[in-house]
Structure formats: C-alpha cells, structure tokens
C-alpha cells in the first residue's frame, strides 16, 4: 500500500501519506471533481468496506474535498468531531473492519497546514518558518525510521512485579505514514490557514530540515515546557539524542494573550493557568480515578512519592502508596494518564499533601522535550530569527536542505 522513504535528491520532493479518521461509513464531500478508475466524481458520497480501496485523485491542483465527523484530541481533554476540508488525492482503505480515509500529497502542502494546526495561522513568521522547519525534519525522520523496517511500535511496556512502565512513540504504520492527530502531529485541513504568512513561512524553508551527525532530527516539540525543557531519554527510550537536552528557557513564561494566541488554537485557548498550574483531589476522588485508570485496586491512596525526575523536574517513576498495595508507574504520559480524567498537563509537579487532599502543584504543558512552542513564539515576537530559535533549542543540530 505504500512505497519506502528514500532520501529526496536535490530538488526532489515527494508524497506523504497521512491517515485522518476511520469508521464503518465514511461521508466525504468533493468540492469539485475528482476522478477514480475514469469516472468522476462531485458531490456528497458515503463510503464503507464494501467499496475496496478505491483512490480518488484531483482534476485540478486547486481540487478539495470535506470528510465529515472527523475525531481529533483523541485521548486528551479537548477530544471533539469537526468536519475537516483537505487538498490531494484521497485513498480509502480497509483497517479493522471499518474505512480509513487516507489523504495523499506533497510534503510542502501537507506541511502548510500542520503550522497552521499546531498553532494559529497569524502567528509571527519566524516562529512558521521554525515550526515548518521542525515538523518537516520529524515527519522525514519518521518516513526514514519506518522504511528502514526498524521495530517501531506506539506502546513500549515493562510491565513488572510492583512496578508499569510505559511510554509511548509513534509507531510505523502500516497503511499511511504519519496520523493526522496529536499521537503524531496535527493535520487538520485547510480551513485554518488564513494568513499568507503560513504559504510564506514554507516558501522561505522549502525543503530545509534539522541534522545531526547526517541524519535528520528527530524534532520534537510541546506546547510549554514550564521554564526548563527536557531530555529525550527522560520521557521515552533510553537513548540519548545531542540535540534533545534539558536547558532553562527563559522565553517559556508569558501572560500576553496576544502571544499566546499565536500558539493555541481555538480549543487550546480553553486550556488556561499551564505555565504553573495546580490540581486538587480529596483522597477518595484520587482513590478512584488511580483505581479506574490503571486497572488496579490500591485501596484508599495513602501516597504519592516521586521516585525520578528528569532535568526539569518531569518525573518520570512515580510510586503509588495505597492501603492494599504500592506500584511504581512510570514514564511521564504514564503518570499524567493516570493522575487525569484525559492528560495532566505534565508531570512536573510536586506532591502537598493534606489530612483530606493531594494537591499537585505543577508547571507546563507537555513533555517539554525540544521546542517549547510558546518560548518560540515570544523569540518569534521578538525578532529573534527562525535559524537562532532552533539553534537555540536544538543545540548541535544543523540547518541543511534536502530539496
């Protein structure tokens, strides 16, 4: 179903795959008309297993179509439907006896609208062309890790007597190469560029991407890292990455909406109070939610006692003191699962208890590994070139273009 990455040449750029929602019947739109096996299609269709994999490809480069009900926040606390509208050709394949849409097109064009997903289209040019540079190095990376057959899965597991450690990464997949949602990165369609700025940020980076010791970077990014980002290692597989360490950014901290709305889209800016935030359980609201969201019954909770922490204070083993047992729960997303109705905001946060209360006082939002995206909008606002932002939190990484 799909082809091998392979290096582009000089000048040469290629297709990406990205996979957007499945469902027992998919409904999609085409704006205008799009062609499979000679025939034409234009108007509203519903789709299901029963049509094979058909490949729906564009007449014209300015062709569009709309999937309807499309789920994105998938596990976080801004899950939600939205109908989407996308460029490209579209592909229809079969995937656990439902129908995934998969939406096929150049890099440059998918990558104009992940700036645009990850954070708002008027954000200030040089954080675009930053992002651009970032996202592009993460999704190739990917591409290359997948096409090298290496064992790539979401869930790594070490699953022991009085300890679950978990972590989690982007799998190879196998009908697309990369998902359009968070679990990868955001790729939400069309309808949030609305600033030329976004078409110019990926002009002026064409093809421009961050490497080290020859090999693309593995770029990646959260939304605020709290003042101190974090190593790779602390939060997935232990190896370590040059480029991926933990430094103070003194950048991270704002209160100008007008900054901060360059980043957070418009469910993002439903989240308030990440840079230092606090969370308040009664020891029977924590008890429960443990004992719901891990599988395990610990009795009434008597502790929480961080065991590791990162460089920025990310924990990363946490030990759970119940009445009936203790469990050692690690890494971080682990921790914010289970401490969460969706996600904590992160895992940094230090442990107040009360007679009746556990009070988490913590700071950003995110793993904090690589760029903080709203440290990068306040270099951004500042005048700070893209090419200084990313050295800045990419040490040892090189600016190189591959098209």
Known sequence: MRSGFKTPRKGQERDVRVGIVKAEKLRVVFHSAYEQDGKSFVGDYTFDTADGDPLFVPVSPDATFTLKDVLIGIGFHWERREEQTFRGALQLVAEDGMVRAVNVLPVETYLTSVISSEMSANASLELLKAHAVISRSWLLAMMQKSARREKTVSLHEQVGEGSVIRWYDSEAHHLFDVCADDHCQRYQ?????????????????????????GEICDARFSKCCGGMTERFETCWEPVPHPYLVAKPDPYCHTSD??????????????????????????????????????????????????????????????????????????????????????????????????????????????????????GAAVMGEQGIPYSDILQFYYPQAQLTPLW
């Open 189 to 213: 369609g069309i309808i949030r560029q609305s600033n030329p700025r976004v078409v110019e940020a990926i002009d002026a980076t064409r093809g421009q991407v961050l490497t080290y010791a």
């Open 257 to 374: 909406r007008r900054v901060l709305s360059q980043v957070l889209n418009n469910y993002d800016q439903e989240t308030q109070d990440f840079y230092r935030w606090t969370v308040r359980f009664t020891a029977d609201e924590l008890s429960e939610l443990v004992a719901r969201k891990s599988g395990i019954d610990f009795g009434r909770i008597l502790d929480l006692i961080p065991l590791e922490r990162g460089a920025s204070g990310r924990i990363s083993l946490l030990q759970i003191v119940g009445e009936k047992r203790q469990v050692k729960v690690g890494k971080e997303l682990e921790i914010r699962k289970w401490l969460s109705e969706s996600h904590l905001y992160s895992s940094a946060f230090e442990v107040e208890k009360t007679p009746d209360d556990f009070i988490l006082h913590g700071r950003g939002w995110g793993h904090g590994v690589g760029l903080c995206q709203i």
